[in-house]
């Protein structure tokens, strides 16, 4: 009689992690799935005018005409510095709203 309660036991178990495995492969699917639609709505957006290769306003055509003493205060006031901090602080705000789940 013990053989086959063991046999049971072992049934259920192998029946209970079927079930999980299942159940994380359904989530991974539904997660790619909300992937692929975020990434189509990302591909609707139409980039902005001033985003545009060739445009009189394009993003590189507007760091090229910061003047000269513009960039000496930045490098001067070490603004990559300042931003790279700021990005650590952002960075770490996120991870732990994250970690306890958007509770703080």
């Known amino acids: 009689m013990t053989d086959f309660a063991e046999w049971l036991v072992g049934l259920v178990k192998d029946i ?3 079930m999980w495995d299942f159940l994380l ?3 991974i699917n539904v997660f790619d799935l909300f992937l692929s639609a975020l990434v189509g ?3 609707v957006i139409v980039v902005p005018c001033f985003m545009q290769s060739g445009s009189a306003l394009a993003l590189a055509w507007a760091f ?3 003047p ?3 960039w000496y205060f930045a490098g001067h006031l070490d ?3 300042c931003f790279q901090i700021l990005a650590c602080a952002v960075t770490f705000r996120l991870a732990r709203k994250f970690a306890t789940l958007f509770q703080w």
Do not use: K, P, Q, R
């Open 64 to 66: 090229n005409h910061i």
């Open 41 to 43: 709505v990302f591909e």
């Open 68 to 70: 000269g003493y513009v």
């Open 79 to 81: 603004l990559s510095g």
């Open 16 to 18: 209970v992690l079927a």
């Open 25 to 27: 492969d359904v989530a």
